[in-house]
C-alpha cells in the first residue's frame, strides 16, 4: 500500500470542547470486497458536520472524524468492484457511506432512505465500527457511493454539492422544478444559496424567502427572480397568494417558519418540501386545515444517480457554490466551527490544504 495502515483526521474529542478539535489516528473500517480508499484533496463543512461536533443530535462516537463533502482521488479499488472507478480518478463523496443495495428503497434509486444506510461520519456498520469521514487524510467507503467528478469542475468550489447542493436537489427535482414553474427557496444560508442556483439553472422562476432584506442583493446575483422579506413585508402572504408550485424549506431549524401563512402562498397541489436537520429536541406544529390542497413532506439528500446529474448540470450551467476555503488543521477546523456558532459565513466553507496536515 502506498499510505499507511492507520489513517489520520481532525478530530472532535469532547463535543463539550468541539472548537478545539485534535489531530488523530484510527484504524479504518475493514476493507470490503466492493469498498475504495480514496486520498482526500478537500472537504466541505456542512451544517451537519456542525451539528454532530456539538453534541446536538446526542453524544458521537470518539473520535469523531467529521466531513462528508469529499473531494479526492482513488488509491485502491476492492476486486469486486464493478461500478467502473479506477485508481487515479477524481471522486467526490457525499453524506452516505453504505446501503444494502438489494431492498426495493435501493433497487428505486432510493438507497439514501435504506434501512441498512450508514452515512459518512459518525454511523456503526454492521460490525459496529463508527464511520469516519472527509476531515482525515483517507476515507474508506462502498464504490457505490463515490461520484466521478467532471474535469471542468473545481474540487474546492464543488465540494458543497456533494451533500448540501444534492439535498436541495433532490426535492427540487421530485417536484417538478423545472421550466414554467414558481418555485419558493426559504433561508438564504449554505443550502439555501445552492438552492437558489440549482432552481435557476433548472429553468424555474425563483422566489428567495428570508427573514429580512439583508440577503436581498446575494440572492438577486444568485439568481433569484424575486425576494421576499417575510418580516419586512407583513402582506406578503396576500400579495403572494395562490402563486407558488413548490416551495423548499432550506431553513436550519423551522421555529422561525410561519406554517399558517406559508401554505396560502401555494397553488392547489402545491408542495412544500423541508430539508432542515434541526436539534433533535425541535417539534413542528401544524393546523391540518390550513394544509387543504398543499402536501408538505421532508427530504433526505439524494441517491447517487441524482447526485451524477447535478454534477452534469454543475459543469453544463456553471453553478459555482459561494465559498470560502480554510486550510486543514486543528485551529482551522476549530475556528470554522467557532465561526459557524455566529452564523460567520457567506455561504460555506471547504478545507483545503490537506497536503500540508498530514
Not at 427557496?185 to 437558489?196: A, F, N, P, Q, S
Not at 422566489?207 to 439568481?223: M, P, T, Y
Request: hydrophobic share 35%; aromatic share 8%; net charge negative.
Amino acid at each position: 500500500m502506498a499510505y499507511p495502515e492507520n489513517f489520520t483526521g481532525i478530530a472532535v474529542v469532547d463535543n463539550k470542547d468541539y472548537t478545539y478539535p485534535k489531530k488523530v489516528d484510527y484504524a479504518p473500517k475493514t476493507f470490503g470486497d466492493h469498498d475504495i480508499d480514496i486520498k482526500v484533496e478537500c472537504c466541505g463543512v456542512c451544517g451537519s458536520d456542525h451539528h454532530f461536533a456539538k453534541g446536538a443530535w446526542g453524544e458521537t462516537p470518539k473520535p469523531t472524524v467529521l466531513g462528508h463533502e469529499i473531494i479526492g482521488e482513488i488509491v485502491k479499488v476492492g476486486p469486486k468492484c464493478d461500478k467502473g472507478l479506477k485508481v487515479g480518478d477524481r471522486v467526490g463523496v457525499g453524506a452516505q457511506a453504505f446501503s444494502c443495495l438489494k431492498c426495493e428503497r435501493c433497487k428505486d434509486d432510493n438507497e439514501q432512505y435504506c434501512r441498512q444506510a450508514v452515512w459518512t461520519v459518525s454511523t456503526p456498520y454492521a460490525d459496529g465500527y463508527a464511520s469516519k469521514g472527509g476531515f482525515g487524510n483517507y476515507v474508506r467507503l462502498h464504490e457505490h457511493f463515490a461520484a466521478k467528478i467532471p474535469e471542468n469542475l473545481k474540487s474546492q468550489e464543488i465540494a458543497p454539492l456533494l451533500c448540501g447542493g444534492i439535498t436541495v436537489y433532490s426535492p427540487l427535482l421530485r417536484n417538478g422544478c423545472g421550466p414554467g414553474k414558481k418555485v419558493g427557496i426559504v433561508g438564504i444560508g449554505g443550502i439555501g444559496h445552492m438552492g437558489i442556483m440549482i432552481a435557476k439553472a433548472m429553468g424555474a422562476e425563483v422566489f428567495a424567502i428570508s427573514r429580512s432584506s439583508a440577503k436581498k442583493a446575494d440572492a438577486l446575483k444568485l439568481g433569484a427572480d424575486h425576494y421576499i422579506a417575510t418580516k419586512e413585508e407583513p402582506d406578503w402572504a396576500k400579495t403572494y397568494d395562490d402563486t407558488l408550485d413548490l416551495v423548499v424549506v432550506c431553513a436550519g431549524s423551522l421555529t422561525d417558519i410561519d406554517f399558517n401563512a406559508l401554505p396560502t402562498v401555494m397553488k392547489v397541489n402545491g408542495k412544500i418540501v423541508s430539508i432542515a436537520a434541526p436539534d433533535a429536541s425541535e417539534k413542528l406544529t401544524l393546523s391540518p386545515i390550513g394544509l387543504m390542497g398543499v402536501s408538505i413532506s421532508n427530504s433526505a439528500i439524494g441517491s447517487m444517480k441524482e447526485v451524477d446529474q447535478l454534477l452534469k448540470l454543475a459543469s453544463e450551467k456553471n453553478i459555482k457554490p459561494w465559498i470560502e476555503t480554510v486550510p486543514m488543521s486543528e485551529e482551522g477546523l476549530g475556528e470554522v466551527f467557532a465561526r459557524m456558532d455566529k452564523g460567520d459565513v457567506k455561504y460555506r466553507f471547504t478545507m483545503t490544504d490537506y497536503d500540508k496536515v498530514f
